[in-house]
């Protein structure tokens, strides 16, 4: 596993599969907080669900009332398991403080795949991460 090391925005430890999208995201009206499944138009996780994985994304986008999105995620029991961005704007910082939800920013994504196994340590501020088996 590769370590990246980056800062924790929202302390927590787990394991999980990474859900990738290469471009910002909106939780007011981007993601539906009952089901977690992504409802923006054209998104390309559009129709993809959040709930039990890792979703990295570069940065949100959108009203602050994503915060409380995100925070209905976890009330609704469709949260992800951890959010990794390469800069967490104070949107998501404060849904997933509100949610509990661990994050960690500063990473670079890049490289990062929908699929790949990833270990969010929100202490220490890292993410060890593993390449899907082909």
Do not use: H, N, W
């Given at each position: 596993?590769?370590?990246?090391?980056?800062?924790?925005?929202?302390?927590?430890?787990?394991?999980?599969?990474a859900l990738v999208s290469r471009t910002p995201l909106s939780?007011?009206?981007g993601v539906d907080f009952k089901t977690g499944v992504v409802i923006e138009k054209g998104h390309e996780l559009e129709g993809?669900?959040?709930?039990?994985?890792i979703l990295v994304f570069p940065c949100g986008k959108g009203s602050t009332v994503g915060s409380y999105v995100i925070y209905g995620l976890m009330k609704s029991g469709a949260a992800p398991l951890a959010i990794i961005n390469?800069?967490?704007?104070?949107?998501?910082?404060?849904g997933v403080i509100l949610a509990g939800i661990p994050c960690v920013d500063g990473i670079a994504i890049a490289n990062i795949s929908t699929g790949?196994?990833?270990?969010?340590?929100?202490?220490?501020?890292?993410?060890?991460w593993?390449?899907?088996s082909s």
């Open positions: 596993m590769e370590k990246l090391q980056g800062r924790s925005v929202s302390p927590g430890l787990v394991s999980g599969e939780f007011y009206g993809k669900c959040v709930k039990g994985k390469m800069e967490t704007e104070t949107i998501v910082a404060t790949d196994l990833l270990r969010v340590d929100a202490q220490e501020g890292c993410v060890e593993q390449k899907k």
